[in-house]
Nanobody
Framework: QEYLVESGGGLVQAGDSLRLSCTAL????????RGWFRQAPGKEREYVAT????????YYADSVKGRFTISRDNAENTVFLQMNNLTREDTAVYYC??????????????WGQGTQVTVSS
């Protein structure tokens, strides 16, 4: 069953910005910790960022810290990933994720279908 829908991916130049969105289709997700992962060709899926249910706590992988910002709008049941100063190393399929915990995204219980981000230089 579909629970998470991502959007906002595309083709950009190095140094540009993108904002990804992930909307949950069930009200219960408003109280779930949520986050983002990504997978580049030939590589394993890696953690990018996570946010608690209220939006008051967020965490980032070292590779994106200072460039990416995760946020959420629980009224819209949507999580965002603002990506600034993109590089070719950010090229990947980005996946929205959620777990049934409230404070920390542990092992995701739900995944979106992914949205492609391609950065050229």
């Amino acid at each position: 069953q579909e629970y998470l829908v991502e959007s906002g991916g595309g083709l950009v130049q190095a140094g540009d910005s993108l904002r990804l969105s992930c909307t949950a289709l069930r009200d219960s997700f408003r109280s779930y910790a949520r986050g983002w992962f990504r997978q580049a060709p030939g590589k394993e899926r890696e953690y990018v960022a996570t946010i608690d249910w209220s939006g008051s706590k967020s965490y980032y992988a070292d590779s994106v810290k200072g460039r990416f910002t995760i946020s959420r709008d629980n009224a819209e049941n949507t999580v965002f990933l603002q990506m600034n100063n993109l590089t070719r190393e950010d090229t990947a399929v980005y996946y929205c994720a959620a777990s049934q915990t409230t404070t920390v995204l542990t092992t995701p219980d739900y995944w979106g279908q992914g949205t492609q981000v391609t950065v050229s230089s």
